[in-house]
């Protein structure tokens, strides 16, 4: 998990996306402890209430749950739901893009379903 | 409620005017980057709130307190600041022991550790400090006094990369455990971008902005691609500034992004740093 400075991300948003990721790889696991906010702060250099911003996006929507004076955890049932959230967003994280740089390099429809279909030979 | 108020200080060294009517509030357990070029007033403020030196005009508040002559108010405060008010010949443990004395919560421990960490040796002489450690040392007393307000001036003065980047995670560290306001004075911006929770930007003895980093941040960007593009974009904004290169061009602005982005421009974040260069250029 890396924190960008620089990138367009506000840097909760990339704290959130950050942990989402690491639910998804297998690395934080459903019913596993996450690290804490302190940790989150002084591992990436960010404020402690940035941290929890983040973090909060996340307890919002039933990814990680907080348990009293134990710490947070991912909550059983998280992967699939990033999965299907990831899903929808795919046109618009990946084909919008790809898209809109075919049509300045002038590749067309067909350009891109072979180029896709060779991707999946590979 | 607790909080540091600054209301209409002015200070002026002969004609030359440092402060002019600035007023402030440094709320409780924030995080606070004062920024400003050299010169600019930063340093006069930080010992004007902790009655180093009078301000011609104004006054300050601690928790509600004015802090003239008034001792328990300017107990709640610590500034490390660029001089060392400690005696030369003093021993870097004796200044930690002497501490305690001055600053009821001081943790000598705790100071103990913290030298251990930076590899500090505290049976050294004050005097006898390189530039780096001299503010490695001031910095541990102001990491260990526990007072409710701590001000930092040029916290990182001399401090290579490597001892920075300790001390940015001991005080998030320290920050974290235990809440107090910490109001830090820096020219490396960059590096603390992500730490402070509010800034402060001071030109020429003004305050220029006083808000929350992140809503500062939502409010600049830079607005890139060919010449006559941008220029029909950037009509109407608020522009800081802008570099040209051949045809292509990059303007800052200031404001609200607008939702709809033309083919050909190229919308992306403005950091604190470049947004500090150019509101204070």
């Given at each position: 998990m890396?924190?960008?400075?620089?990138?367009?991300?506000?840097?909760?948003i990339q704290i959130a996306e950050g942990i989402e990721d690491a639910i998804l790889s297998g690395a934080f696991s459903e019913e596993s402890q996450i690290p804490s906010i302190t940790e989150f702060s002084v591992t990436y250099k960010i404020n402690p209430a940035t941290a929890?911003?983040?973090?909060?996006?996340?307890?919002?929507?039933?990814?990680?749950?907080?348990?009293?004076?134990?710490?947070?955890?991912?909550?059983?049932?998280?992967?699939?739901?990033?999965?299907?959230?990831?899903?929808?967003?795919?046109?618009?994280?990946?084909i919008v893009g790809l898209l809109a740089e075919a049509k300045r390099l002038n590749l067309s429809e067909e350009d891109i379903k072979t180029m896709i279909e060779r991707g999946y030979e590979q | 409620m607790n909080c540091i108020e600054v209301k209409n200080i002015t200070k002026n060294y002969g004609r030359t005017c440092a402060l002019d009517n600035v007023s402030l509030c440094f709320e409780e357990n924030k995080i606070y980057g004062l920024l400003g070029r050299n010169g600019a007033g930063k340093s006069t403020l930080l010992n004007v709130i902790t009655n180093r030196i009078f301000a011609d005009s104004g006054e300050v508040f601690v928790d509600g307190q004015p802090i003239e002559g008034n001792d328990a108010a300017l107990g709640k405060l610590y500034l490390m600041s660029e001089k060392t008010n400690y005696p030369e010949k003093m021993k870097v443990k004796h200044a930690f022991s002497w501490s305690k004395n001055f600053y009821p919560g001081f943790d000598a421990a705790y100071a103990a550790s913290l030298a251990e960490k930076f590899e500090l040796d505290t049976n050294k002489m004050i005097k006898s400090l390189s530039t780096?450690?001299?503010?490695?040392?001031?910095?541990?007393?102001?990491?260990?006094?526990?007072?409710?307000?701590?001000?930092?001036?040029?916290?990182?003065?001399?401090?290579?990369?490597?001892?920075?980047?300790?001390?940015?995670?001991?005080?998030?560290?320290?920050?974290?455990?235990?809440?107090?306001?910490?109001?830090?004075?820096?020219h490396l911006i960059e590096e603390v971008s992500g730490l402070i929770?509010?800034?402060?930007?001071?030109?020429?003895?003004k305050i220029i902005k006083d808000e929350s980093c992140e809503e500062l941040l939502s409010q600049g960007y830079t607005v890139s691609g060919s010449a006559s593009n941008v220029d029909t974009y950037i009509s109407n904004q608020n522009v800081l500034g802008a570099d040209t290169i051949g045809g292509l061009k990059s303007a800052y602005i200031l404001g609200t992004r607008n939702t709809e982005i033309p083919e050909g421009i190229e919308i992306s974040k403005l950091d604190l740093q470049k947004l500090f260069i150019k509101l204070t250029n």
């Open positions: 890396q924190i960008n400075f620089n990138s367009d991300k506000t840097i909760f929890l911003k983040g973090i909060n996006i996340l307890v919002d929507n039933d990814i990680v749950y907080k348990k009293r004076g134990l710490g947070m955890f991912v909550a059983t049932g998280a992967k699939e739901k990033l999965k299907e959230k990831r899903k929808d967003q795919f046109y618009d994280s990946y | 780096g450690y001299n503010s490695i040392f001031k910095l541990i007393i102001a990491l260990s006094v526990n007072t409710p307000y701590v001000l930092l001036d040029e916290p990182v003065l001399g401090l290579d990369a490597n001892h920075r980047e300790l001390f940015y995670r001991i005080l998030l560290e320290k920050y974290s455990e235990h809440p107090c306001t910490i109001i830090i004075s820096t929770e509010n800034v402060i930007i001071i030109k020429k003895s």
